[in-house]
């Protein structure tokens, strides 16, 4: 399993972003992706996730200004960030989890993440 993030910057207050993910090494119309952010010295958290039907679910601090889509032709995930704001400054990971067997627990995969630093 394999993901490649892009499209991080520096963005001023209000700005936008588009973030891509490219996965592989796994069938990717079939599973829900995710990505999460982290920045330093806190748990990394859920942000947003699509589902393998085309889903969308958002952490509340991001509802209105964040979108995610998918293009299965591309095995890429994207992530548009809009209205940006400085507490969206991170790193941004993408997420796909994985269940190796039946019985066994989800396995999480991730990418190299990509900083985003928003400026006010």
């Known amino acids: 399993v394999q993901l490649v993030e892009s499209g991080g910057g520096s963005v001023q207050a209000g700005g936008s972003l588009r973030l891509s993910c490219v996965a592989s090494?796994?069938?990717?119309?079939?599973?829900?992706m995710h990505w999460y952010r982290q920045v330093p010295g806190k748990q990394r958290d859920l942000v947003a996730t699509?589902?393998?039907?085309?889903?969308?679910n958002f952490a509340d601090s991001v509802k209105g200004r964040f979108e995610i889509s998918r293009d299965n032709a591309k095995n890429t995930v994207y992530l548009q960030m809009n209205t940006m704001k400085p507490e969206d400054t991170a790193v941004y990971y993408c997420?796909?989890?994985?269940?190796?067997?039946?019985?066994?627990?989800?396995?999480?995969?991730w990418g190299q993440g990509t900083q985003v630093t928003v400026s006010s």
């Open positions: 997420n796909v989890k994985i269940r190796r067997s039946v019985l066994g627990e989800p396995i999480d995969y």
């Open positions: 090494g796994f069938i990717f119309s079939y599973r829900d």
């Open positions: 699509i589902t393998s039907s085309g889903g969308s």
